[in-house]
């Protein structure tokens, strides 16, 4: 098992890979928007651009998500987070998907996604 931290920070990292034989996981933290003046359309957007960037870099794609948790600082933004949802999820790829209702660290922040992916072990990675 090999297990590469990526942006590491003091008290976490943007992104885990974990390698085991033929298969790598990807865990994504908690993504927001940089623009947090934006609406929860806004929002979501600019957060599944990114994780589709951070997908990119390990050669996935939201096709290879296995597990989505959705936090949304107030439930009635449920409908118009999945219409922006709905358009970027590929069809007969939907992942497990929890979405819950919490305070986020910033009253600004209307979503916060995290993610977790799983492909096939990338060749040359390991240190």
Same mark, same amino acid.
């Given at each position: 098992? !090999? ?19 033929? @298969?790598?996981?990807? &865990?994504?933290? #908690?993504?927001? @928007?940089? !623009? ?5 359309? #806004? ?5 599944? $651009? $990114? ?5 990119? +870099?390990? #050669?996935?794609?939201? =096709? ?6 959705? &936090?949304?600082? +107030?439930?009635?933004? &449920?409908?118009?987070? !999945? ?8 069809? /007969?790829?939907?992942? *497990?998907?929890?979405?819950?209702? *919490? =305070?986020? %660290?910033?009253?600004? &922040?209307?979503?916060? %996604?995290? @993610?977790? @992916? *799983? %492909? /096939? ?7």
């Amino acid at each position: 098992m !090999n297990i590469i931290r990526h942006e590491m920070g003091p008290r976490f990292s943007e992104m885990v890979t974990v390698d085991l034989g033929t @298969a790598r996981l990807i &865990y994504l933290s #908690g993504q927001v @928007a940089e !623009n947090p003046s934006l609406d929860i359309t #806004g929002q979501m957007r600019e957060i599944l $651009h $990114h994780i589709d960037d951070m997908l990119a +870099t390990q #050669g996935a794609t939201r =096709k290879d998500l296995v597990s989505v948790t959705i &936090y949304l600082r +107030t439930v009635g933004d &449920y409908e118009a987070m !999945n219409s922006v949802w709905d358009e970027w999820v590929p069809a /007969g790829h939907t992942p *497990a998907r929890a979405t819950v209702g *919490a =305070k986020l %660290i910033d009253s600004e &922040y209307r979503v916060e %996604i995290q @993610a977790t @992916a *799983a %492909i /096939g072990a990338v060749a040359g990675t390991a240190p």
